[in-house]
């Protein structure tokens, strides 16, 4: 196997990362909302559409021109071989049943990981033309330089808050609906975007307080979270132990509670008021310097 270069800062990628993310959201904002087909995908209420593979097709193809030997992972694509030792994860079109209802929520995601853990994080916004970036341990950056959450005090009413779960998560799983009514009901807000990407921007940006998942996608989880641990927010297991960002392993291992540091604590509380959650380890609580 190649050697990886796990020396480099990754500028480069990055920067290769950033254009073709960019490339495809000029591509995706040129057909939108009309200008494009649809069709289901799967069983369970996913769709797909023309944009998600042209999109797709093009990052890959800028990938594969700078990085030819590295291993690509696509959304729609899948597999498409290469050096395991680093792998990109390509999410063309996060938000694709936003798209097709013409709602326009939905961004560009692409991570580079080493040895599965993520090193470069891309977010790029098509209908406003910003992207967020992020290198592991150089920070989080977008438009108008360094990303922070901080900075918004606490409402009274409660944490602004994200929700996400994955695809193989049946609607009438007793723990989603327990744990996500008991969200609802102690939060000023539980947004579910359909768009995990644009949560972990926002989160970023300190737009919101907290993210929680429950068994996450694998494609679009490391450069989300890559972006929201550089700027600043920490990550923790729903039973308070930490969180390791990766794309392998079973989805049960992508289950998780972000938020900014101040707000975390509460955030766990939030979460072990659930019932499935009663009585679990709550491993990690007293560490919450740790980002993840």
Known sequence: MRPTPLSSDFTAECRTAVAAAEAAGALLRSRFPDGFASRPKGALGDVVTDLDLLAESMVVDRIRADYPHDRVLAEEAGDLGGDGGRTWLVDPLDGSNNVVIGLPVYVVGIALCVEGAPVVGVVHDPVTGRTWSARNGAGAHGPAGP????????????????????????????????????????????????????????LARGDIDGFVGYRAEAIDLPAGALLAREAGVLLRRLDGGEFTVGFTGPDTDRSFVAGRPEMLPSLLDLVAAAVPLRGRARQGRAGTTATG
């Open 147 to 202: 990303l922070s959450p901080a900075g918004r005090p606490p409402s009274p009413a409660g944490p602004l808050l994200a929700w996400t779960q994955g695809h193989a998560v049946r609607r009438d799983d007793p723990a989603v609906r327990v744990l996500r009514h008991s969200l609802e009901l102690r939060s000023r807000r539980l947004l579910q975007l359909w768009a995990p990407l644009v949560a972990w921007a926002m």
